[in-house]
């Protein structure tokens, strides 16, 4: 097995295994919100606190040290789409708790 196709599996369970933990996250939260009482903001900053580990992780098995060579003007871009997921996830997660979850 060459080194792109290894590559090309990997990231293929990894978009997969997203797809599945994204499908999932409506009725996670629904479920949250019946046994605990908390708001989306600390579920939002729960889910980032696991998330972030887990991806930097996965960068580093597909990237390696190249992870960390990103230009400035990249930078800033993904400092705004951060911000910009940030709030998606709590708005996402207000919803979930105005709306039934099926």
Not at 39 to 52: D, E, F, G, K, Q
Not at 57 to 80: E, H, P
Request: net charge positive; charged share 10%; aromatic share 6%.
């Amino acid at each position: 097995m060459t080194r792109a196709s290894a590559s090309g599996r990997l990231g293929f369970l990894f978009i997969a295994l997203s797809a599945v933990l994204f499908g999932s996250l409506g009725v996670a939260t629904k479920g949250i919100f019946q046994v605990a009482k908390t708001n989306a903001l600390s579920v939002t900053l729960l889910r980032a606190a696991i998330a972030l580990p887990a991806l930097a992780l996965m960068c580093a098995l597909v990237q390696g040290t190249r992870m960390f060579r990103i230009a400035a003007s990249d930078l800033r871009l993904m400092v705004v789409a951060g911000v910009m997921m940030a709030m998606y996830q709590a708005a996402f997660v207000v919803a979930i708790t105005h709306a039934s979850v099926t």
